[in-house]
């Protein structure tokens, strides 16, 4: 009885779907060049047997097919877990395929062990793995489901599609999205610029150091921030003025390499009110890191092409509070060079003046971010800021402190702490409060010929911590934050929506952090 019941269920369904098989096929040959496709989600059923839970929007689109989409998917396999994905084709005249998502459970909201918001993050996972399915059937058109938060939605898609192909033959698909059966069109919009913010870092820093030099670097900036010229100023400082402020740290760096060094400066000045104190974002912009003399291995050494994430993320969040027209006042800086060896570079032992004055033995040439930061930190205290946030590739030791979890954070201000906490559990690029003891200072200020050491005493031990207590002996603001990037500066597959290669993280927190800035006024 069972079995005679279910071939004529399934022969029902067969018949359907030729019918609409058809339908969507005379409507596909019509727009021979575009391929439409569909994402909707789906939350996992409460407890055991219990009904199907569809997101608003693929509610809506199953009345529309009069319940055949819950019907296929009750037959075509368990429940959808969060993250995978199922796809069903011809069941729509407007979309041969319907990718429906899975997004764990409904409302999980903020996570306090996690220190993000779980809806959201799932959200993002989902929605770039319906999205990337979609890619791989050279859909070049998708709708997606907002989920319930249309900004999470288009940060997975933007972020999942995002593939750095520019310099292969053979391209990917290249897909453009809509938001599908909301009207919260605003978050949606939101949710891309944010995202093209991170992809922006991404691109930087994934190409490679001989199309992204330090004058490269300058110039894609300069033409990203063109379109918001009326609120935005640039400055391109050439060697000559890096040499006129006396940037001896700096320039101790970029001597060793034929690359011309660049110090940019950008201004963005979104506030009402023009005399608003600014926020100083600063980033390491090491466009490529042998080590110098202090040689570093050969393995894996391609990877110091993206050294320099700390100003590709800052630089890609002042284009994203451009495109947001964030009412907030922001000075980027970036010291960009190349660390190299060569006649000319400094040597293990050299001692350098910085900007303030202060003496540097420069016992490893490796450690060098730590150099270009100091004088950067220096010029920018000239500006007055509300709030420094310097963020750098720093140290292979914060990779293994924290990993990819978290970007590590030493600051000597609860206040910012909390502003960058609260920023990263929205979007989910987590940041993670690191020690800024005396103990680790007094292993930079012992040093044999003079005021600091590039390195700590006990060379490996605490890596992190000795190269922040280095960076602080350059601040003099009552609040400021070095972000270590270093750990979160690639992605194999920890984060289920980057692809793999280099993050661009964190920039959507630096983004969220300025927007919490301009809107606590
Ligand atoms: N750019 C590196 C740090 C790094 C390592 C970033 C791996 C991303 C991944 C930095 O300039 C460096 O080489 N630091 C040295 C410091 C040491 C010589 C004190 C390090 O971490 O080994
Ligand atoms: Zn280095
Ligand atoms: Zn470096």
Redesign the pocket.
């Known amino acids: 009885m069972y079995a005679e019941q279910m071939t004529m269920l399934l022969l029902r369904r067969a018949a359907h779907l030729r019918t609409n098989l058809r339908r969507s096929f005379s409507v596909s040959r019509t727009h021979l060049n575009e391929r439409k496709g569909l994402v909707l989600g789906v939350f996992e059923k409460d407890g055991e047997g219990g009904s199907l839970h569809l997101t608003e929007a693929a509610a809506g689109f199953d009345q529309s097919l009069s319940g055949k989409l819950s019907e296929l998917l009750e037959i075509s396999g368990p429940t959808l877990k969060k993250g995978k994905s199922r796809v069903f084709y011809g069941i729509h005249k407007d979309f041969p395929c319907v990718a429906v998502v899975g997004l764990g459970k409904n409302n999980a909201g903020v996570c306090g062990a996690e220190n993000w918001d779980t809806s959201k993050e799932n959200i993002r996972h989902a929605v770039s793995a319906g999205c990337r399915v979609l890619q791989d059937l050279e859909v070049n058109h998708v709708e997606v489901d907002a989920c319930g938060d249309a900004q999470s939605a288009a940060e997975g898609a933007a972020l999942g599609l995002f593939q750095y192909d520019q310099l292969k033959s053979k391209k990917t698909t290249k897909v453009t999205t809509q938001l599908h059966g909301s009207a919260d069109s605003a978050s949606w919009g939101k949710g891309v610029i944010y995202a093209e913010g991170q992809n922006l870092a991404r691109l930087l820093m994934e190409a490679p150091a001989n199309h992204i030099t330090p004058t490269a670097f300058a110039n894609i900036i300069e033409e990203k921030l063109a379109p918001h010229a009326e609120r935005v100023t640039i400055n391109k400082r050439s060697q000559s003025w890096i040499q006129e402020q006396q940037m001896g740290a700096f320039l101790s760096v970029s001597k060793g390499s034929v690359e011309p060094p660049v110090f940019l400066e950008l201004h963005y000045n979104g506030s009402p009110d023009s005399k608003q104190a600014p926020l100083l974002l600063v980033g390491k912009g090491?466009t490529f890191?042998s080590?110098g003399i202090?040689l570093?291995p050969s393995a894996s050494m391609d990877?110091?092409r993206a050294?320099m994430g700390g100003a590709a993320t800052v630089c890609a969040s002042i284009v994203t509070a451009a495109a947001l027209k964030l009412p907030v006042n922001i000075i980027g800086l970036a010291p960009l060079c190349e660390n190299m060896p060569s006649g000319n570079a400094t040597k293990p032992g050299d001692v350098i003046i910085a900007k303030n004055g202060k003496t540097i033995q420069v016992d490893?040439t490796?450690?060098?971010?730590r150099l270009v930061l100091a004088d950067a930190l220096c010029y920018g205290h000239t500006f007055n800021p509300r709030a420094i946030v310097n963020v750098a590739?720093?140290?292979?030791?914060m990779?293994v402190a924290l990993g990819s979890a978290a970007t590590g954070v030493f600051t000597n201000s609860d206040w910012l702490w909390e502003k960058l906490q609260k920023a990263s559990v929205v979007t989910g690029d987590r940041v993670w409060r690191m020690p800024l003891f005396q103990h680790y200072t007094r292993q930079v200020t012992d040093c044999q010929l003079a005021d600091l050491n590039n390195?700590?005493k006990y060379?490996r031990s605490g890596?992190a911590c000795t190269?922040a207590a280095f960076l602080r002996e350059f601040v003099t603001a009552p609040h400021w934050a070095h972000l270590d990037i270093?750990g979160v500066?690639s992605n194999q597959d920890e984060v289920p929506y980057l692809r793999k290669g280099m993050s661009g993280r964190p920039t959507r927190t630096l983004v969220e952090f300025s927007s919490g800035l301009a809107h606590s006024g």
């Open positions: 090491i890191d080590g202090s570093k990877a110091m050294d490893n490796d450690a060098e971010g590739t720093l140290t292979g030791a990779d390195v700590g060379s890596g190269a270093a500066m």
